[in-house]
Protein backbone atom coordinates (compact mmCIF):
# COMPACT_ATOMS: atom_id res chain seq x y z
CA UNK A 1 0.00 0.00 0.00
CA UNK A 2 1.51 3.52 -0.84
CA UNK A 3 2.61 5.58 1.75
CA UNK A 4 0.29 8.02 1.38
CA UNK A 5 -2.80 5.91 1.28
CA UNK A 6 -1.07 4.45 5.16
CA UNK A 7 -1.29 8.34 6.18
CA UNK A 8 -4.64 8.82 5.13
CA UNK A 9 -5.79 5.60 6.81
CA UNK A 10 -3.76 6.34 10.00
CA UNK A 11 -5.32 9.91 9.81
CA UNK A 12 -8.85 8.90 9.60
CA UNK A 13 -8.77 6.51 12.56
CA UNK A 14 -7.18 9.04 14.70
CA UNK A 15 -10.05 11.81 14.00
CA UNK A 16 -12.67 8.36 14.34
CA UNK A 17 -10.63 8.00 18.14
CA UNK A 18 -10.94 11.73 18.51
CA UNK A 19 -14.34 11.79 17.79
CA UNK A 20 -15.16 9.28 19.80
CA UNK A 21 -13.62 10.29 22.78
CA UNK A 22 -14.95 13.77 22.93
CA UNK A 23 -18.36 11.93 22.28
CA UNK A 24 -17.91 10.08 25.39
CA UNK A 25 -16.27 13.05 27.50
CA UNK A 26 -19.41 14.72 25.85
CA UNK A 27 -21.95 12.66 27.87
CA UNK A 28 -20.13 12.05 31.04
CA UNK A 29 -19.82 15.88 31.73
CA UNK A 30 -23.30 16.34 30.78
CA UNK A 31 -24.47 13.37 33.56
CA UNK A 32 -22.10 15.17 35.71
CA UNK A 33 -23.62 18.72 35.73
CA UNK A 34 -26.89 20.11 36.15
CA UNK A 35 -27.47 19.02 32.34
CA UNK A 36 -28.87 15.33 32.35
CA UNK A 37 -31.06 16.25 35.27
CA UNK A 38 -32.46 19.08 33.15
CA UNK A 39 -33.08 16.53 30.52
CA UNK A 40 -35.04 14.34 32.70
CA UNK A 41 -37.11 17.31 34.38
CA UNK A 42 -37.91 18.42 31.00
CA UNK A 43 -38.48 14.72 29.87
CA UNK A 44 -40.77 13.94 33.02
CA UNK A 45 -43.02 16.81 31.84
CA UNK A 46 -43.59 15.37 28.71
CA UNK A 47 -44.49 12.97 30.10
CA UNK A 48 -46.86 14.04 31.98
CA UNK A 49 -48.64 16.09 29.04
CA UNK A 50 -48.99 12.29 27.16
CA UNK A 51 -50.89 11.06 30.57
CA UNK A 52 -53.04 13.75 29.64
CA UNK A 53 -54.37 12.72 26.61
CA UNK A 54 -57.59 12.21 26.34
CA UNK A 55 -59.19 8.96 27.09
CA UNK A 56 -61.90 9.01 24.07
CA UNK A 57 -59.02 9.53 21.19
CA UNK A 58 -59.08 6.75 18.70
CA UNK A 59 -56.33 4.60 19.27
CA UNK A 60 -54.19 5.09 16.37
CA UNK A 61 -54.06 8.85 16.61
CA UNK A 62 -53.26 8.53 20.56
CA UNK A 63 -50.22 6.46 19.39
CA UNK A 64 -49.40 9.10 16.78
CA UNK A 65 -49.60 11.60 19.41
CA UNK A 66 -47.24 9.52 22.18
CA UNK A 67 -44.82 8.61 19.05
CA UNK A 68 -44.77 13.06 18.34
CA UNK A 69 -43.64 13.66 22.03
CA UNK A 70 -41.57 10.62 22.69
CA UNK A 71 -39.79 10.46 19.72
CA UNK A 72 -38.62 14.33 20.11
CA UNK A 73 -38.77 14.62 24.12
CA UNK A 74 -37.73 11.32 25.76
CA UNK A 75 -34.87 11.63 27.53
CA UNK A 76 -32.32 9.35 25.49
CA UNK A 77 -33.67 11.10 22.55
CA UNK A 78 -32.67 14.89 23.57
CA UNK A 79 -29.04 13.30 25.26
CA UNK A 80 -28.23 11.81 22.22
CA UNK A 81 -28.71 15.32 20.31
CA UNK A 82 -27.07 17.04 23.35
CA UNK A 83 -24.00 14.80 23.32
CA UNK A 84 -23.46 15.64 19.91
CA UNK A 85 -23.74 19.35 20.11
CA UNK A 86 -21.48 19.57 23.13
CA UNK A 87 -18.80 17.10 21.44
CA UNK A 88 -18.74 19.35 18.36
CA UNK A 89 -18.29 23.02 20.40
CA UNK A 90 -15.80 21.31 22.85
CA UNK A 91 -12.28 19.10 22.02
CA UNK A 92 -12.15 16.18 24.19
CA UNK A 93 -8.97 17.76 26.58
CA UNK A 94 -11.27 20.44 27.47
CA UNK A 95 -13.75 18.11 28.17
CA UNK A 96 -11.96 15.95 30.21
CA UNK A 97 -10.58 18.30 32.27
CA UNK A 98 -13.83 19.90 33.47
CA UNK A 99 -15.06 16.44 33.94
CA UNK A 100 -12.78 16.41 36.44
CA UNK A 101 -13.91 19.04 38.04
CA UNK A 102 -17.50 18.32 38.09
CA UNK A 103 -16.51 14.54 39.00
CA UNK A 104 -15.69 16.15 42.38
CA UNK A 105 -17.17 16.35 45.76
CA UNK A 106 -17.69 19.89 44.86
CA UNK A 107 -19.03 19.88 41.67
CA UNK A 108 -21.26 16.61 42.96
CA UNK A 109 -22.84 18.84 45.41
CA UNK A 110 -22.98 22.43 42.87
CA UNK A 111 -25.12 19.83 40.14
CA UNK A 112 -27.13 18.50 43.01
CA UNK A 113 -28.39 21.76 44.03
CA UNK A 114 -28.77 23.42 40.13
CA UNK A 115 -30.80 20.84 39.35
CA UNK A 116 -32.87 21.49 42.83
CA UNK A 117 -32.95 24.74 41.50
CA UNK A 118 -34.30 23.97 37.82
CA UNK A 119 -36.70 21.21 39.60
CA UNK A 120 -38.77 23.68 41.72
CA UNK A 121 -39.67 26.57 38.81
CA UNK A 122 -40.97 23.54 37.49
CA UNK A 123 -44.38 22.47 38.18
CA UNK A 124 -44.59 18.96 39.08
CA UNK A 125 -41.31 17.89 38.99
CA UNK A 126 -40.65 14.96 41.64
CA UNK A 127 -37.20 15.41 41.16
CA UNK A 128 -36.83 17.25 45.08
CA UNK A 129 -38.96 14.37 46.40
CA UNK A 130 -36.41 12.12 45.02
CA UNK A 131 -33.31 13.56 45.84
CA UNK A 132 -33.93 15.86 49.20
CA UNK A 133 -32.12 18.90 50.27
CA UNK A 134 -30.05 18.02 53.08
CA UNK A 135 -28.10 21.40 53.73
CA UNK A 136 -29.42 23.81 55.40
CA UNK A 137 -29.51 27.83 53.85
CA UNK A 138 -27.09 29.94 54.97
CA UNK A 139 -25.21 33.42 54.95
CA UNK A 140 -23.45 33.86 51.43
CA UNK A 141 -21.97 37.55 50.20
CA UNK A 142 -23.20 39.46 47.88
CA UNK A 143 -19.84 39.61 46.42
CA UNK A 144 -20.22 35.66 45.74
CA UNK A 145 -23.58 35.93 44.40
CA UNK A 146 -22.59 38.63 42.36
CA UNK A 147 -19.80 36.97 40.93
CA UNK A 148 -21.77 33.08 40.54
CA UNK A 149 -24.17 35.67 38.37
CA UNK A 150 -21.36 37.01 36.69
CA UNK A 151 -19.71 33.40 35.90
CA UNK A 152 -22.25 30.97 36.49
CA UNK A 153 -24.95 32.29 34.21
CA UNK A 154 -27.04 29.62 35.86
CA UNK A 155 -30.16 32.18 36.91
CA UNK A 156 -30.08 33.82 33.44
CA UNK A 157 -29.74 30.55 31.61
CA UNK A 158 -32.82 28.76 33.59
CA UNK A 159 -34.88 31.65 32.35
CA UNK A 160 -34.20 31.83 28.78
CA UNK A 161 -34.46 28.04 28.54
CA UNK A 162 -37.68 28.29 30.50
CA UNK A 163 -38.40 31.29 28.19
CA UNK A 164 -38.12 30.09 24.79
CA UNK A 165 -39.87 27.00 25.41
CA UNK A 166 -42.80 27.93 27.10
CA UNK A 167 -45.26 28.93 23.93
CA UNK A 168 -44.28 25.35 22.82
CA UNK A 169 -45.06 23.80 25.87
CA UNK A 170 -48.02 25.48 26.53
CA UNK A 171 -48.91 25.02 22.59
CA UNK A 172 -48.35 21.22 22.89
CA UNK A 173 -50.55 20.57 25.95
CA UNK A 174 -53.32 22.31 24.46
CA UNK A 175 -52.93 20.46 20.93
CA UNK A 176 -52.69 16.69 22.61
CA UNK A 177 -55.88 18.17 24.51
CA UNK A 178 -57.73 19.09 21.47
CA UNK A 179 -58.37 22.26 22.56
CA UNK A 180 -58.00 25.90 21.33
CA UNK A 181 -55.27 26.06 18.68
CA UNK A 182 -52.22 27.87 19.44
CA UNK A 183 -50.26 29.89 16.72
CA UNK A 184 -49.07 27.04 14.26
CA UNK A 185 -45.60 26.04 15.56
CA UNK A 186 -45.43 28.31 18.08
CA UNK A 187 -41.50 28.22 19.34
CA UNK A 188 -40.34 30.84 21.54
CA UNK A 189 -41.92 33.73 23.86
CA UNK A 190 -41.55 37.35 22.56
CA UNK A 191 -39.30 38.49 25.22
CA UNK A 192 -38.23 37.25 28.93
CA UNK A 193 -40.76 36.72 31.57
CA UNK A 194 -40.29 39.11 35.03
CA UNK A 195 -42.21 36.77 37.33
CA UNK A 196 -40.02 33.68 36.01
CA UNK A 197 -37.12 35.87 36.24
CA UNK A 198 -37.13 36.62 39.45
CA UNK A 199 -38.74 32.83 40.56
CA UNK A 200 -35.39 31.68 39.29
CA UNK A 201 -33.40 33.99 40.34
CA UNK A 202 -34.71 32.90 44.24
CA UNK A 203 -34.72 29.40 43.31
CA UNK A 204 -30.74 29.81 42.32
CA UNK A 205 -30.28 32.19 45.12
CA UNK A 206 -31.71 29.69 47.43
CA UNK A 207 -29.66 26.76 46.29
CA UNK A 208 -26.49 28.15 46.49
CA UNK A 209 -27.07 29.29 50.10
CA UNK A 210 -27.39 25.27 50.73
CA UNK A 211 -23.76 24.35 49.03
CA UNK A 212 -21.75 23.62 51.75
CA UNK A 213 -19.00 26.89 52.20
CA UNK A 214 -16.28 24.97 51.00
CA UNK A 215 -18.19 23.51 48.14
CA UNK A 216 -19.38 26.96 47.27
CA UNK A 217 -15.81 28.13 47.35
CA UNK A 218 -13.98 25.98 45.18
CA UNK A 219 -16.80 26.31 42.38
CA UNK A 220 -15.85 30.17 42.60
CA UNK A 221 -12.73 29.37 41.69
CA UNK A 222 -13.59 27.06 39.16
CA UNK A 223 -15.27 29.51 37.95
CA UNK A 224 -12.52 32.28 37.29
CA UNK A 225 -10.95 30.33 34.67
CA UNK A 226 -11.54 30.55 31.19
CA UNK A 227 -11.72 26.90 30.68
CA UNK A 228 -14.60 26.76 32.44
CA UNK A 229 -16.23 30.05 31.48
CA UNK A 230 -16.23 28.31 27.80
CA UNK A 231 -17.91 24.49 28.65
CA UNK A 232 -20.24 26.25 30.37
CA UNK A 233 -21.33 28.68 27.69
CA UNK A 234 -21.01 25.67 25.61
CA UNK A 235 -23.44 23.27 27.90
CA UNK A 236 -26.03 26.17 28.17
CA UNK A 237 -26.23 27.21 24.98
CA UNK A 238 -26.03 23.90 23.40
CA UNK A 239 -28.97 22.79 25.97
CA UNK A 240 -30.94 25.85 24.85
CA UNK A 241 -30.56 24.69 21.22
CA UNK A 242 -31.62 21.33 21.98
CA UNK A 243 -34.70 22.05 24.41
CA UNK A 244 -36.35 24.58 21.60
CA UNK A 245 -35.96 22.63 18.94
CA UNK A 246 -37.11 19.26 20.75
CA UNK A 247 -40.05 21.47 22.28
CA UNK A 248 -40.76 22.58 18.26
CA UNK A 249 -40.28 19.45 16.56
CA UNK A 250 -43.27 17.54 18.79
CA UNK A 251 -45.27 20.58 18.81
CA UNK A 252 -45.14 20.42 14.93
CA UNK A 253 -45.41 16.35 14.83
CA UNK A 254 -47.97 16.58 17.22
CA UNK A 255 -50.40 19.14 15.01
CA UNK A 256 -49.43 17.22 11.65
CA UNK A 257 -50.68 13.85 13.67
CA UNK A 258 -54.27 15.39 13.70
CA UNK A 259 -54.39 17.32 10.71
CA UNK A 260 -53.50 13.53 9.27
CA UNK A 261 -56.29 12.65 10.81
CA UNK A 262 -59.06 15.01 10.40
CA UNK A 263 -58.47 14.48 6.77
CA UNK A 264 -58.67 11.35 6.62
CA UNK A 265 -61.40 11.01 8.84
CA UNK A 266 -63.54 13.70 8.02
CA UNK A 267 -61.83 15.19 5.01
CA UNK A 268 -60.89 18.33 6.64
CA UNK A 269 -58.51 19.93 5.32
Given amino acids: MPLYAIALLVAAHSGECNASAATDAARQLIAATSSGNILRIDAEQASMIVDQLPEELPAQLRSNLRRAIDQNLGYVEMEAALVATVAAALDSSTLESNLRWWASSSGRAVS ?6 YASIVQGSTFNAYNPTKESPHDVSSADFAELAAYGHFSEFVTNLRTSTEASRSCLLLT ?3 GPQC ?3 ASTNSGPDAPLLQLGATATNDA ?9 GAYLAYLRSASAQATLRALQTSLLTVEQKSWADALKQAADAIDIYARTTFGST
Fill in 112 to 117: AMESSA
Fill in 176 to 178: VDI
Fill in 183 to 185: PRY
Fill in 208 to 216: YSRIATGDL
